[in-house]
């Protein structure tokens, strides 16, 4: 069965750090792209970061730029995506996405695989 599952969400303080992890199974995480997103209460949803088979990395927000790092551990089945300096503005859910090879699809949400999300919330 194809999974794609997001983990490591939580509640943190502004000036804090979070590192979410995507799994995939049922598939090898080496043929593909994944992308993270976000979704904040009463918001659009907005592409975040993508890497893709290769390792090439768009990033396609502005706000978390320079602060939020997207990385793939294939042996592990696994992308990361590591959160410094978190602003109360990045609450949201936090999920993935996989697609076949590159992230040509992301900003178009044209994923093949969905996660179900992990929330982040950044609050005093």
């Known amino acids: 069965q194809l999974q794609v599952v997001e983990s490591g969400g939580g509640l943190v303080q502004p000036g804090g750090s979070l590192r979410l992890s995507c799994v995939v199974s049922?598939?090898?995480?080496?043929?593909?792209?994944i992308g993270w997103f976000r979704q904040a209460p009463m918001k659009e949803r907005e592409g975040v970061s993508c890497?893709?088979?290769?390792?090439?990395?768009?990033d396609y927000v502005d706000s978390p730029k320079g602060r939020f790092t997207i990385s793939r551990d294939n042996a592990k089945n696994t992308v990361y995506l590591q959160m410094n300096n978190l602003k109360p503005e990045d609450t949201a859910l936090y999920y993935c996405?996989?697609?076949?090879?590159?992230?040509?699809?992301?900003?178009?949400?044209?994923?093949?695989?969905w996660g179900k999300g992990t929330m982040v919330t950044v609050s005093s």
């Open positions: 890497i893709d088979f290769n390792g090439a990395i768009t």
């Open positions: 049922g598939f090898s995480l080496d043929l593909y792209a």
């Open positions: 996405g996989a697609a076949h090879y590159y992230c040509s699809g992301f900003a178009r949400f044209e994923m093949d695989y």
